[in-house]
C-alpha cells in the first residue's frame, strides 16, 4: 500500500536513457582517447546509476571515485551554502578527471565541485550530467556533455529521489502532487 501524496508520471524511457548513455559514452571516449586512465568521478548520491552504466560503456582505461556534496542554508536558494560530506579517496593532480553528476539545477554545486577539484590541478576536468534543467541556473556552469535538458519539473527516478524514495525507478519520472 503507498499512502504517498503524489504519483509520478513518466518522462524519459528506460530505452531512451540507455540509448543516450550509450552516446554520451562514445563522445567521451573519443575525447579521452589518449587518456592514460581517466578519473571517474560520480557525485553521490544521485549520480550512482548513471556512473554505472556509463562507465560500462566507456571505451578506456578508468578509476572510480565518489564525493558528496550537500547544500544547505536557509530556504532563500540563492544564499545556500554548498558542504563537501565525503571527499575522494584519490589523488586528481595531472589526472584526466570527468565528473558525473545527476541533475544541474541551480548549477551551485557543480560549481563548487568544479572549484574544489580545480584546485588539485587536474590536467583535464570535464563534466557529464544526465539532465539539465537550464532555466534555473543561478551561477555560471556548464557540463560538457548533457544527457537531456528538461524543463523545471521536480524529477525521481534511475538513480535521483525525491524524499530518498524512487532512486530504483528505472526510467525517469516527473512527480506530480495529488490535490
Ligand atoms: P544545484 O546545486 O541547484 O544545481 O542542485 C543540484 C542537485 O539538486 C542535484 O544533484 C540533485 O541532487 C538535486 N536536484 C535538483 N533538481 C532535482 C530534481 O528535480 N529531483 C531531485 N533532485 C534534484
Ligand atoms: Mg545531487
Redesign the pocket.
Known sequence: MDHSNYEIDPMITAKSIAARVEELAREISTHFTDTEKLIVVG?LR?SFVFIADLVRELELPCEVDFLEAS?YGNSTESSREVRILKDLRGEIEGRDVLVV??????????KHVLHLLQSRDPKRLEVCALLD?PSRREVDVKARWIGFEIPDE???GYG???AQRNRNLDHIGKVRFKT
Open positions: 557525485l544521485g547544500s553528476e545527476d541533475i544541474v539545477d541551480t548549477g551551485r554545486t557543480l534543467k521536480f524529477v525521481v535521483i529521489d525525491y
